[in-house]
T-cell receptor
Framework: DVKVTQSSRYLVKRTGEKVFLECVQDMDHENMFWYRQDPGLGLRLIYFSYDVKMKEKGDIPEGYSVSREKKERFSLILESASTNQTSMYLC???????????????FGPGTRLLVL | GDSVTQMEGPVTLSEEAFLTINCTYTATGYPSLFWYVQYPGEGLQLLLK?????DKGSNKGFEATYRKETTSFHLEKGSVQVSDSAVYFCALSKGRFGAGTRLTVKP
C-alpha cells in the first residue's frame, strides 16, 4: 500500500515564526502536492512538484514556499506564519502517467496548524 | 481556469435512502474525474474515478458517470448506510477539488 506520512498531526506556532511541514511518500511517485483544507472551501492547491527540484504554483502560493530535494520528500515552508494560515494542511502524491497528471492522488493524514 | 462546483451540504439522510451529490466542472481538454471520501478522523481516499467520457466509476455501491455533454460527474448510491457518513469531494485531475459535501446517515 502507498503510504504518505506527514511529520506532525498538530502544530502550534506563533505569528512570525518560520514553519516547516514535511511530507514523505514511499511509492516512488513523481508528483507531490500540498493543499490546505478549510471549511466551506474544500481543498485548495498551494504548490505541486512533478520531479525533484521542480515546482509549480497552485492557486494560493502566497506566503508559502516549497522544497523538493529528494523524490520521496516534499516540504512546505511558511516563511513568516500569520494567523490566516491556521488551517489543515494535506500532502498528496501520485504517479505520473505518460498522458499527463491524471492519476489517483494518495493523501497523508494531514497536519492541523494553529498560528497564534 | 479549471474548476469544480459541488453541491454543498450538509446532507442528512435516513439509512437505506437514495443519495445523489451533484458535481459539475469546467475544464480545458479531457480531464480525469474523481470522487474522494474523508471519513471522520481519517485522510482523504479515492472512492471512484473515470478517465474518459461515458466511463462509469463504481466502488462500495457508489457510482458516477462521466458526462461530457453536461460536464457533470454526479455521485449516486441506491441505499446508504450509517457507515457512509463522511465528507465527499469531487475533483478533476491537476489538483482541482470541490468544496466538499458532508453526508450524515441516521439509523
Amino acid at each position: 500500500d502507498v503510504k504518505v506520512t506527514q511529520s506532525s498531526r498538530y502544530l502550534v506556532k506563533r505569528t512570525g515564526e518560520k514553519v516547516f511541514l514535511e511530507c514523505v511518500q514511499d511509492m516512488d511517485h513523481e508528483n507531490m502536492f500540498w493543499y490546505r483544507q478549510d471549511p466551506g472551501l474544500g481543498l485548495r492547491l498551494i504548490y505541486f512538484s512533478y520531479d525533484v527540484k521542480m515546482k509549480e504554483k497552485g492557486d494560493i502560493p502566497e506566503g508559502y514556499s516549497v522544497s523538493r530535494e529528494k523524490k520521496e520528500r516534499f516540504s512546505l515552508i511558511l516563511e513568516s506564519a500569520s494567523t490566516n494560515q491556521t488551517s489543515m494542511y494535506l500532502c498528496a502524491s501520485s504517479p505520473r502517467l505518460a498522458g499527463g497528471p491524471g492519476e489517483t492522488q494518495y493523501f497523508g493524514p494531514g497536519t492541523r496548524l494553529l498560528v497564534l | 481556469g479549471d474548476s469544480v462546483t459541488q453541491m454543498e451540504g450538509p446532507v442528512t439522510l435516513s439509512e437505506e435512502a437514495f443519495l445523489t451529490i451533484n458535481c459539475t466542472y469546467t475544464a480545458t481538454g479531457y480531464p480525469s474525474l474523481f470522487w474522494y471520501v474523508q471519513y471522520p478522523g481519517e485522510g482523504l481516499q479515492l472512492l471512484l474515478k473515470a478517465t474518459k467520457a461515458d466511463d462509469k466509476g463504481s466502488n462500495k455501491g457508489f457510482e458516477a458517470t462521466y458526462r461530457k455533454e453536461t460536464t457533470s460527474f454526479h455521485l449516486e448510491k441506491g441505499s446508504v448506510q450509517v457507515s457512509d457518513s463522511a465528507v465527499y469531494f469531487c475533483a478533476l485531475s491537476k489538483g482541482r477539488f470541490g468544496a466538499g459535501t458532508r453526508l450524515t446517515v441516521k439509523p
